[in-house]
Every structure is written in C-alpha cells, then in structure tokens.
C-alpha cells in the first residue's frame, strides 16, 4: 500500500484500528525482533535558553530550582548505569550553553571508556559543534520537532523555526549519527493531517529513531489550560510510523507512561521497541520536569531488572 498523507491522515480517524496494530505489530516483528533496547536516560542540566511554551523547563519559568550536574558527577552515573546493564545511556538537557561543545565533547570522551553507546540531547547546535560531539564518540542525537505544521512550530516555539530545526537534523543524519526525531499528540490545533506530516517528515529526513509522546499540560507555562492529549492517537501515530518505516527504533515514551503503565504495554504490541529509564540522581531527576511526572527515587540497579522482568512478563527480550 502506498502511504500518501491523505491516506495516514485518514487511517488516524479509523473508528477501528485493530486491523492497523496487527500489521504494525507484525512488521515490528519482521524487522526489529523481540527486543526491547532499554536505553538510560540522564538529564544532566534543567537550564535552557528557550521558551518552549509547552515545557516546564522554558527559561520563562521562574518557579523551578535550576541545577546542573558536574562533569564528574555526569561520568559517573554513566558508569553506573554501564555496570548496570545499559548499553546506551541518553545524556539530556536543555540548550544550556553552559556545557560548551568542549566540555561535553569531555563528557563524551570518558563516558565512551566504560563501553556504552551515547545519545545526545541537547538541542539546536551548529555543524561543526555536531561534527566534533561526534568525533568525540557520540553515537546518536535526539532533536524532536515536535510538529512539521510551520505555523504551530512558529506559535510554540518563539526562539526558533522549523527549517533551523529541519536544517539541524538533516545535519545530524548526514555526519553519521544514528539520528532520533519525534512529535507530540494533542498540540493546540493540531489535526489528522498535522500528525501525518510529522510521519512523513521523519521519513524524509531519514530517522533512525522517533520519540512519538502525549503532550501533558505544564502549569507553569502558557498551554496549561490546555487538555493532555489522546494516548488512543499516540498508540496510533506510533504504529502508523512503524508501518512507514519498518526499521526504525520507537519507544514507548516515558509521557505514556506516566498515565498508565498498562498503556506502555500496549505501545509495545503495536509497533514500539525501545523504553526509556531515567537513571538521573533523585536529588535531580524531580526537579526536570518537562511535564508533571509521577516519580519514584532512582535506584539504578533495582530498576533495571524491574524493567527486564516487565518487558520478560510480554514475551519480549530486554536488552
Ligand atoms: S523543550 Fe527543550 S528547548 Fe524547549 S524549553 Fe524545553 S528543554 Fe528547552
């Protein structure tokens, strides 16, 4: 079946989708397997120069603590979450220019001596900062758009456009990294067509991974009478984007899972193959709120094999 815009836009709004998962679920099982890569997540800085206007931490926020995590203190959750298991770690922030290339390229460097593979997380940068994170060891970059319609980037994103953010993960993909896109369900405005443009954006930009998330409401920012968006239509998006591309890495992001763990069950079985956990220090990790969260204390190693034996209980293999 060719997959046109109208088409994913119209599969979107089917009243009854079961047809639609089963196919996912199948070409998930064709291409990637069973397993579910675990990847840790780190999010090592809640300082960002922009203003999001759906995110907690948007420089306009001044109800939130700001912190930053040491360089030493960074290598050695890395490790941690190494000896524990992981074999990709995520190291997130906000557009903190605090962390210069150089020093994260630092970051980078001994973070790779342990032996984990590096996600980076940290927003618009210029080519030849990317080319040298890279050269560094850095293996994949995660740079959501958020939405492919041009006139909502414009109103959610005052410090930026979409061609700048289109522009950056074309520049990603073309030194090499495995390169992680990703959208939001349930933007003010958005529609079927929007949803299916985000789908095709990925493709054409070549994304190895996608992050496809609920938006949940922040009430500190400006959406926050806004209503959490449908997780029915995230499930959906997820396995439409699995169908497009069948080899591509979906998680079930962690926004789903904070409304129903059950939920994230569910992602797995149409199309997703990836859960992220956050192995961010505790006296940290509740004060990177994104959205509101429900959070449990980090315990890296209990976690862990919490996870394994979930992913074990869905007749999926942790990895
Ligand atoms: S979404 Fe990212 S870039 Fe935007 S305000 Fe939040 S942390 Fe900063």
């Given at each position: 079946m060719k997959y046109t815009l109208d088409k994913i836009a119209d599969l979107l709004n089917l009243e009854d989708f079961s047809e639609v998962y089963s196919e996912a679920d199948r070409i998930r099982k064709e291409n990637v397997g069973d397993i579910v890569h675990i990847r840790a997540i780190l999010e090592?800085?809640?300082?960002?120069?922009?203003?999001?206007?759906?995110?907690?931490?948007?420089?306009?926020?001044?109800?939130i603590k700001r912190y930053r995590m040491s360089s030493e203190e960074i290598i050695s959750a890395a490790y941690e979450a190494a000896e524990n298991g992981y074999k990709t770690i995520v190291l997130q922030s906000g557009e903190?220019?605090?962390?210069?290339p150089k020093i994260l390229g630092e970051i980078v460097k001994n973070i790779k001596k342990s032996g984990i593979d590096i996600t980076l997380s940290t927003g618009e940068m210029d080519y030849d900062s990317y080319a040298y994170l890279k050269e560094c060891g850095a293996d994949r970059y995660l740079l959501k758009h958020?939405?492919?319609e041009e006139s909502l980037y414009d109103y959610l994103h005052p410090c930026g456009t979409l061609e700048e953010r289109i522009q950056c993960l074309k520049n990603i993909k073309k030194l090499g990294y495995e390169t992680g896109g990703g959208f939001m369900i349930g933007?003010?405005?958005?529609t079927s067509e929007t949803l299916a443009k985000d789908i095709m954006l990925l493709r054409e930009i070549g994304c190895d991974m996608a992050g496809i998330g609920t938006f949940i409401s922040h009430?500190?920012?400006?959406?926050?009478?806004c209503p959490q968006g449908s997780t029915e239509i995230t499930k959906r998006a997820v396995a439409l984007t699995r169908i497009v591309m069948p080899e591509i890495n979906l998680p079930a992001t962690t926004s789903l899972g904070v409304i129903d763990i059950k939920e994230k069950n569910d992602v797995f079985s149409c199309g997703a193959n990836v859960i992220m956990q956050k192995v961010t220090p505790s006296k940290y990790k509740f004060l990177y709120e994104i959205y509101p969260s429900k959070l449990s204390e980090t315990d890296v190693k209990l976690q862990r094999i919490n996870l394994e034996n979930q992913i074990k209980s869905l007749n999926r293999i942790p990895l």
């Open positions: 090592f800085s809640n300082y960002c120069r922009r203003k999001c206007k759906y995110c907690g931490l948007n420089c306009t926020n001044k109800n903190d220019a605090y962390y210069t958020e939405t492919a933007l003010p405005n958005q009430p500190s920012t400006a959406l926050k009478d």
